[in-house]
């Protein structure tokens, strides 16, 4: 059965500490993986698309790198606005759907 | 930017009342998606429409829910009898090719009384 596994649940961080978030997978097959940031009440707003193993992706403080099994995004000296809940998702040997962890929630203190 | 839009941003039914649910894709996108959220879960997965077909459904998406694309712009999701545990968080999402990124929408918080 495919799963996708974040963690940690939670992570609370000083303004300017580095840290990183986990997305572990198992799936049949791989057609990318993911990574949304999530305000509360709102819609899943797109960071990344990853392909393959060794891939990375930057932007600004972020950056989410691939391994065959994990996928890991990184904030750099975080702020406060990066304060959000983080989704990873993969997409399994199919079109289309797109299955998700059940997410990280950041909270960046200044 | 060009973005998905959802109305209403909420709506408040009786359990046994059909709602529904309306989203505008972007506007070259071909590839249409409906997720729901319930409170404190995961994002869950209910069907893709393409070529004004479903492509795949979810368990969840039984006989009670139908999708449809009224027209060049509109996509919507219909329920027809709603139960209590049909509240949640729906969101629209749409993507250029099957292959591609999905853009989500804001939301339509469903609460079913």
């Known amino acids: 059965e495919d799963q996708v596994t974040q963690s940690p649940e939670a992570l609370r961080l000083q303004e300017g500490e580095s840290s990183s978030l986990n997305c572990s997978y198992t799936?049949?097959?791989?057609?990318?993986l993911f990574w949304y940031r999530q305000d509360p009440g709102k819609g899943p707003e797109f960071l990344f698309t990853?392909?393959?193993a060794g891939e990375e992706k930057e932007k600004e403080r972020l950056k989410a790198t691939l391994t065959k099994k994990e996928s890991f995004l990184h904030i750099t000296a975080p702020k406060p606005e990066d304060s959000a809940t983080y989704l990873c998702?993969?997409?399994?040997?199919?079109?289309?759907?797109?299955?998700f962890g059940a997410g990280t929630q950041v909270v960046v203190t200044p | 930017e060009p973005e998905v839009t959802q109305t209403p941003s909420h709506q408040v039914t009786q359990m046994g009342q059909e709602v529904i649910l309306r989203c505008v894709p972007i506007?070259?996108?071909?590839?249409f998606y409906w997720y729901r959220q319930i409170l404190g879960q995961k994002v869950e997965f209910l069907v893709s429409?393409?070529?004004?077909?479903?492509?795949?459904k979810s368990e969840i998406f039984d006989d009670q829910f139908s999708v449809e694309r009224p027209d060049g712009s509109n996509f919507t999701l219909k329920i027809r009898s709603t139960k209590l545990e049909d509240s949640a968080m729906y969101f629209c999402?749409?993507?250029?090719?099957?292959?591609?990124?999905?853009?989500f929408g804001p939301g339509t918080r469903l609460t079913v009384l």
């Open positions: 999402a749409s993507s250029e090719g099957g292959g591609d990124t999905q853009y």
């Open positions: 799936v049949s097959g791989l057609r990318g």
């Open positions: 990853l392909y393959s």
């Open positions: 998702a993969v997409r399994p040997d199919s079109w289309g759907k797109l299955q």
């Open positions: 506007s070259n996108h071909l590839y």
């Open positions: 429409f393409y070529n004004n077909e479903i492509s795949e």
